[in-house]
């Protein structure tokens, strides 16, 4: 996610246009992963790391069907959940993590996955990005999260010069202040359908007057 080139930062006053925008066409911003309880939230969350949404929600029906909850996963086979989750990216490590965070979820926590940051991040294969996803996306957390979407959108719209996601999601905190589960989703729905990272779709764009990096798209 590092970048070598300055970008212009954007103005106080275009930031909370940025933000008054982002919000008015993303007003109801949820995240596309299928689940139906928090348990599969955290499964689907930890599978979608460097994997599109759509192939976790192609994965996750079967998945869910043989280890409909923690107790079940933790006594999971790992070359099974493996052969389970074999076309999502890095399915040896994930499928080892979510065994492990299943039996942890059971010794631990009683069997009840914790709604605290601090406790999500003691699970095995969860690292911040995931909890905040989780917490934002179930309990609507005023948090941010920064995948790769967020982290490209940021920064075409100067609200981050940051060179990595953490520093990038203290940026848009401190900049944002409030609505960040909101702003989040928002961010991330924009970047995978109009802001993309090739070919982005700028005649469908409604930040085209804020975009610092427009003049580099309309010479290719």
């Known amino acids: 996610m590092a970048r070598s080139k300055k970008v212009k930062l954007a103005t106080r006053k275009e930031i909370e246009e940025i933000k008054k925008l982002l919000l008015e066409?993303?007003?109801?911003?949820?995240?596309?992963?299928?689940y139906r309880n928090l348990y599969e939230l955290l499964v689907s969350v930890m599978l979608s790391a460097q994997c599109t949404d759509k192939r976790v929600n192609i994965i996750t029906p079967?998945?869910?069907e043989k280890y409909p909850d923690p107790a079940a996963?933790?006594?999971?086979?790992?070359?099974?959940?493996?052969?389970?989750?074999?076309?999502?990216?890095f399915f040896n490590n994930k499928a080892k993590n979510l065994v492990a965070m299943a039996k942890m979820v059971m010794e631990r926590y009683g069997g009840e996955i914790p709604l605290d940051e601090k406790e999500l991040i003691k699970l095995p294969g969860v690292g911040q990005k995931t909890a905040h996803?989780?917490?934002?996306?179930?309990?609507?957390?005023?948090l941010m999260a920064v995948d790769t979407h967020v982290f490209r959108v940021a920064h075409r719209l100067g609200l981050s010069d940051a060179t990595t996601a953490k520093g990038t999601e203290e940026d848009l905190v401190r900049k944002f202040k409030t609505d960040l589960h909101r702003l989040h989703q928002a961010m991330v729905l924009f970047g995978r359908y109009i802001c993309k990272a090739v070919k982005p779709?700028?005649?469908?764009?409604?930040?085209?007057?804020?975009?610092?990096s427009k003049e580099s798209f309309k010479a290719k």
């Open 25 to 34: 066409h993303y007003p109801d911003s949820v995240t596309e992963l299928h």
């Open 62 to 64: 079967a998945l869910f």
């Open 73 to 89: 996963l933790a006594q999971a086979d790992v070359e099974e959940v493996k052969a389970l989750i074999r076309t999502c990216s």
């Open 133 to 142: 996803v989780v917490l934002i996306e179930y309990t609507g957390a005023n």
């Open 201 to 212: 779709e700028c005649d469908k764009c409604f930040l085209t007057q804020y975009c610092k």
